[in-house]
């Protein structure tokens, strides 16, 4: 079964703490991204990438970064937690052409504390 | 800037009480119109990709619909295992980025 895996489901960090999110994909997919949850905001774009070493700032980064070395590994990066960053935070990826829709893990509810 | 506003934010049916969903969009350049189902503490889970107007996609008991303006999801005939929230989402060419814009959902609950 194909499948998104996210490190961890519940995390629960300090403030200031440097946290890492990983990501792996088994599909040989190309596109990988980060978004966060928020009830009454929806997804909001965080991060992606179309290829091993690129990263493109989507609509909220300020705060984050993301590391892709591999093909099937994306980690995203809080360089100092916050409160506000509390939040659930998902993978996702897909194809370039993207019409099969993304793959999504289950994704990791963070809290900061 | 592109915009995705599904109604309503939750609906309550009985099993059997079919009904749809709304998902009316803006969006410059419109490329696709995605549905997935996301069930509670999990991620979302593809459903349906439509590319233009007039295009329909069925699976089991749903039916996705497109308008220039708006995609219906249509529930036929709903059962407990139904229950979810329903996202839509947009993608729209935005520069050299094909953008990709959710709905905040609609969380549907089927009483048996």
């Known amino acids: 079964d194909v499948k998104v895996t996210q490190s961890s489901r519940y995390l629960v960090k300090r403030t200031g703490e440097k946290v890492f999110l990983e990501c792996v994909q088994d599909?040989?997919?190309?596109?990988m991204f980060w978004y966060r949850q928020d009830p009454g905001l929806g997804l909001r774009l965080i991060y992606f990438?179309?290829?091993?070493?690129?990263?493109e700032k989507g609509d909220i980064p300020e705060g984050y970064s993301v590391s892709r070395e591999k093909k099937e590994r994306f980690s995203l990066i809080l360089e100092s937690a916050s409160t506000n960053q509390t939040s659930m935070y998902l993978c996702?990826?897909?194809?370039?052409?993207?019409?099969?829709?993304?793959?999504f893990g289950s994704g990791t509810r963070l809290t900061v504390v | 800037e592109d915009q995705v506003t599904q109604s309503p934010e939750a609906l309550r049916l009985q099993e059997g009480e079919s009904s749809s969903l709304n998902c009316s969009y803006t969006?410059?350049?419109?490329?696709?119109l995605f549905w997935y189902r996301q069930d509670p503490g999990k991620g979302p889970e593809f459903l349906f990709t439509?590319?233009?107007a007039g295009e329909e996609k069925e699976k089991e008991r749903l039916k996705a619909t497109l308008t220039k303006k708006e995609s219906f999801l249509h529930i036929t005939a709903p059962k407990p295992e139904d229950s979810a929230t329903y996202l839509c989402?947009?993608?729209?060419?935005?520069?050299?980025?094909?953008?990709?814009?959710f709905g905040t959902g609609t969380k549907l609950q089927v009483i048996p």
């Open positions: 996702a990826s897909s194809f370039p052409d993207r019409w099969s829709g993304y793959t």
């Open positions: 599909m040989d997919h190309e596109n």
């Open positions: 990438s179309y290829d091993v070493k690129m990263k």
């Open positions: 969006v410059s350049g419109l490329r696709g």
């Open positions: 439509l590319y233009s």
């Open positions: 989402a947009v993608q729209a060419r935005s520069g050299g980025y094909q953008k990709v814009t």
